[in-house]
């Protein structure tokens, strides 16, 4: 279905009033004031200079003012555009600055004049400071180049980035990955929890903000670049905001019960940074970090060394039986967190403090409807399943860390972390499966509840040695991690199946209680010492030593004749096992010039696997040796142009789950089982890029291209039962894995329309395999998507912008060729903000997203209106008054689309719609000024 009469006239409504904006819609509420102050060091502020505005175009001198006894000046000019600003005074070399004005206000800042002794009569010409520079392999952009609302966010900003894309939830994409960490002055704020900082600080803050590929946490754990690397942001703040108080206050309230209310606070003193925030929502927007799972998880910070010597700091995660403890806008959410930070640095930096705590408090509850079609050598299965669920989760974190400098040639660093993680969960399911021909096949009507304890602690110390000789280090890390899941949980479930004539063959009930106690313990030691060879060359090696402890014992119960359950079930019970041992030592080579730097290394690994099935008492041992190549180069042809190039060659260990020869009937038609004699996989990953930024016209472009291939990839074997339709997954090695990403954007500015636009194709291309009945699947989704957008906006009169994304999608499966499901899709973006005089402001948004139909699935369309209407009060609009309404015509639905192996799904789920909210907004300071 598409969208309603209503919905349709409110999107061409936005798209017209976005083109009359993009077009026409250039009226100004008054003058242009330019101003700004001069300066000479040795005279200090300059008085009586004479300030000349020129119109570019043909020189002609519009007006002229002459600087107070502060140095200060102002000219009010009539018309917005290029001027040319000529700057005298006695004695001094002329100033000329060229600079178009496009805003009610502008400041030059602080000039400083220099003597004409010094300068031999030279003209001084400066221009405006790059937007965007890149330094090697990061790219840093200027905040002050980006015009923001006063009391903007950092996430404000950011969307004015080019080539950065952020969306309704604050997930951020750059150069088409997502942003993982989000950092404050290069540290972590709260635990890297990213919306923290990019919706509670002030973009008026920022000074730079650097966009570079951090190493992968699979990296820093091995100690092995694997060559998949985390897009990081770090924001640099202004040295002048990092003193003082501010914060912001929210609270709201609406229909249908829906509020959200939250406070932070932050109170910055040059190096000490002191921040507390609270978070009660149901609305889905604030309380939920993007990256909530990670954080709040069973995970654990600690600290790694790589091959190289570099120090790396990562999150290592657990697991869960159940929900993972996220909301992803399945069902109905209730929020309620809370946080402290305190980082601080003495003794001229020699040592620091970084210590967050949070609590987290979620519970989840809705339902969900899932199509499935499972394509097999001689026929296919359609399932559909109905799902409904509650659950809820309880964390509570601390972490910090402590770096000293002993002296300036020897450091030390500790760090450590605890988590008490406890959840509580409920689905119930019912779920029908078809033959081809649409008879009964099977149903299930199950019903899980589970409540467990997940509790982590880490610890780590490392060490740092200078030597005389400049570049030779020795480092060296000890690290330990524990992990403890300890869970309880109840299956009822009623299983029949059905003859091709719909008559049922079996009726069976289980009813069981599961318990599920997993242990596990990790030690890694490493050793790195770096050797210069020349003034531009070094030499590395390393040895680690790596001691991988993992029990697990889960174990059913079904009823005795007592109607205790006590009565073991060995088919549905195990206890295993598993440790991991592993040797490596590695040498490396490093180089590094203006220009040109590169890395070249290998790491070789002899890995110990020790076994045991504590039930049947069987042990096996097995070795491996693996290699690791892996290599970089980036090439600077000039401060905005760079090309970069990365390799790596990685193994990854099988887990402990997918070891453990333990069947698993949660899901008595779809039963996982593991495999011991899983052999460790091999990946080639490469990853190339080049960006190049014209400052004069303000143009970028990016292309990156990544991909790779893996040997012993650790998939599934699905044998199929044809009569009852029972599939029974068993974990295998399989060869011929690959994928592959080319992605680019191109970003223009129009200085004629004050216009910025652009557009960015890519192109996917993903190929896995697996077994099904024993005959060899072969899977490949294709996808082809081109962004476009354009953003138009003029100081305190109006914002616009319009995305618009079509895709193409293509899903081939080796098996049932006839009935692959490939589909046309498209998002619209429409967004519009008028700010218009006594302070008010207007907003309407559209989120317009279709999926075409497939041969086994319906078209989905969902057009998602938003719109608010605010009025800003209090001296530097510190306060908002906003009445919102959200999904305005009741749209909303959840769904996902996606194809794993020889299994294509789909699901519709609940999640939030209409809603009306009125909040009230108080950003407050102390100690500096707000925006202007």
């Known amino acids: 279905m598409g969208l309603s009469k209503c919905c349709r006239y409110f999107a061409l409504t936005s798209m017209v009033m976005f083109c009359m904006v ?39 001198m519009i007006k002229f003012t002459r600087s107070d006894k502060e140095g200060n000046f102002n000219l009010n000019l009539k018309d917005s555009g290029k001027y040319i600003f000529l700057i005298t005074y006695p004695s001094y070399g002329d100033l000329v600055l060229e600079q178009d004005i496009n805003q009610s206000t502008f400041d030059l800042g602080s000039q400083k004049l220099v003597t004409k002794a010094k300068l031999l009569e030279e003209v001084i010409v400066k221009q405006t400071v790059a937007a965007v520079r890149m330094k090697g392999d990061t790219t840093e952009f200027t905040a002050d180049s980006f015009h923001v609302q006063p009391n903007a966010t950092v996430e404000d900003l950011l969307k004015q980035f080019p080539g950065l894309q952020v969306d309704k939830n604050g997930n951020i994409k750059a150069q088409g990955q997502t942003v993982k960490k989000v950092l404050v002055d290069g540290e972590e704020f709260f635990g890297d929890d990213p919306t923290l900082v990019t919706k509670n600080l002030r973009a008026d803050m920022v000074d730079k903000v650097q966009l570079y590929d951090k190493g992968s946490d699979q990296a820093a754990f091995t100690g092995i670049d694997d060559g998949v690397k985390e897009k990081t942001l770090n924001i640099k703040l202004k040295e002048d905001k990092k003193k003082g108080m501010f914060g912001k206050l929210v609270a709201g309230g609406g229909t249908n019960g829906f509020h959200e209310s939250s406070v932070m606070i ?24 993007w990256q909530e799972n990670d954080q709040y998880s069973s995970s654990s910070m600690a600290t790694m060394l790589g091959d190289d010597g570099t120090i790396q700091n990562y999150f290592t995660s657990g697991s869960d039986d159940s929900w993972n403890g996220q909301y992803d806008d399945r069902g109905i959410p209730l929020s309620q967190t809370a ?38 050598p001689t026929t296919v299965q359609y399932s559909n399943s109905q799902n409904d669920f509650k659950n809820s989760s309880m964390r509570n974190k601390l972490d910090g860390s402590f770096d000293v400098d002993i002296d300036t040639s020897f450091s030390v660093s500790v760090r450590g972390s605890g988590q008490l993680k406890h959840t509580q969960t409920f689905n119930s399911y019912l779920d029908t499966t078809f033959r081809q021909d649409n008879s009964l096949m099977n149903s299930s009507d199950r019903v899980l509840k589970n409540n467990g304890d997940n509790n982590t602690f880490s610890a780590s110390l490392m060490m740092r040695k200078k030597f005389k000789k400049k570049g030779r280090t020795l480092t060296a890390v000890f690290m330990e991690d524990f992990t403890n899941i300890n869970s309880r949980g109840t299956l009822y479930s009623n299983n029949i199946t059905y003859d091709s004539l719909s008559q049922v063959t079996k009726d069976t009930l289980t009813d069981q209680v599961k318990s599920n106690l997993v242990r596990t313990n990790n030690i890694n030691m490493r050793v790195v010492y770096t050797e210069p060879i020349s003034k531009v060359s070094s030499l590395f090696v390393n040895y680690g030593l790596i001691i991988n402890n993992s029990h697990s014992d889960k174990r059913s119960y079904n009823k005795d004749a007592n109607g205790d359950y006590n009565s073991l079930d060995s088919t549905y019970s195990n206890e295993y096992q598993y440790n991991q041992t592993t040797h490596k030592a590695g040498i490396g080579y490093n180089f590094s010039k203006k220009k040109l730097k590169f890395n070249l290394g290998t790491n070789v690994m002899a890995i110990r696997y020790d076994q045991t099935d504590e039930f049947t008492g069987v042990k096996r041992g097995r070795n491996f040796l693996n290699w690791n190549p892996n290599a970089r180069l980036t090439y600077s042809f000039t401060s905005q142009r760079n090309f970069r190039f990365y390799y790596s060659g990685y193994t990854n260990q099988p887990s402990i789950d997918q070891l453990q020869p333990l069947p698993n009937n949660n899901d008595n038609f ?30 970028d472009f990016y292309i990156g291209i990544n991909g790779g291939s893996t040997q012993n990839q650790i998939t599934t074997n699905v044998t199929t039962d044809a009569t009852t339709g029972k599939n029974t997954y068993q974990y295998v090695n399989v060869n011929g894995n690959g994928r592959l990403n080319v992605y680019t ?30 005959d060899k699947n072969i899977s490949n989704a294709y996808s082809y998507n081109l962004g476009l957008f354009v953003r138009k906006s003029k100081d305190s009169v109006y914002e616009a912008y319009l995305n618009v994304s079509p895709n193409y999608n293509v899903n081939k499966s080796s ?58 009060f209090l001296p530097g609009d510190r306060l908002m008054i906003k009445i919102a309404g959200f999904d305005l015509f009741n749209k909303n639905i959840g769904q996902n689309r996606q194809m794993a192996n020889n299994v294509i799904t789909q699901s519709l789920y609940n999640t939030i719609r209409r809603y009306f909210l009125i909040s009230a907004t108080w950003n407050f300071t102390s100690g500096f000024s707000a925006n202007k």
């Open 745 to 774: 954007y191109t970003y223009f500015k129009s200085k004629k329309w004050n216009l910025n636009y652009g557009f960015s194709p890519e192109f996917s291309w993903n190929k896995n395999v697996n077994f099904s009945n024993g």
């Open 339 to 376: 946080g402290l930070h305190y980082n601080n640095k003495w003794k001229d930096d020699k040592q620091s403090l970084n210590a967050n705590y949070k609590m987290a408090q979620l519970s989840v509850n809705g339902n969900a409807s899932t199509k499935t079609q499972m394509n097999l």
């Open 670 to 699: 779809n039963v996982y089982t593991g495999n011991a004699n899983l052999k460790p996989s091999f990946s080639n990953n490469f990853s190339l890029g080049f960006s190049d930024y014209k400052m004069l016209t303000d143009r």
């Open 815 to 872: 098996l049932q060729e006839a009935l692959n499901n490939n589909f046309f899709g498209m998002t619209v973006n429409p967004n519009i903000t008028l700010f218009v005089p006594k302070r008010f402001e207007f907003h309407a948004d559209l989120d317009y997203m279709f999926q075409d139909k497939t041969k086994t699935f319906s078209r989905i369309s969902r057009g998602l209106v938003n719109a608010y209407i605010a009025r800003k």
């Open 22 to 60: 993009i077009f026409g819609f250039n009226r100004s509420y008054g003058q242009y004031q330019v101003k700004g102050q001069l300066t000479d060091s040795a005279v200090g502020n300059m008085s009586n200079a004479v300030v000349a505005a020129l119109r570019a175009k043909d020189s002609v």
């Open 266 to 289: 932050n109170k910055f003193q040059k190096k000490e940074k002191i921040a507390a925030y609270g978070i009660v929502a149901n609305t889905g927007k604030v309380g939920l970090s």
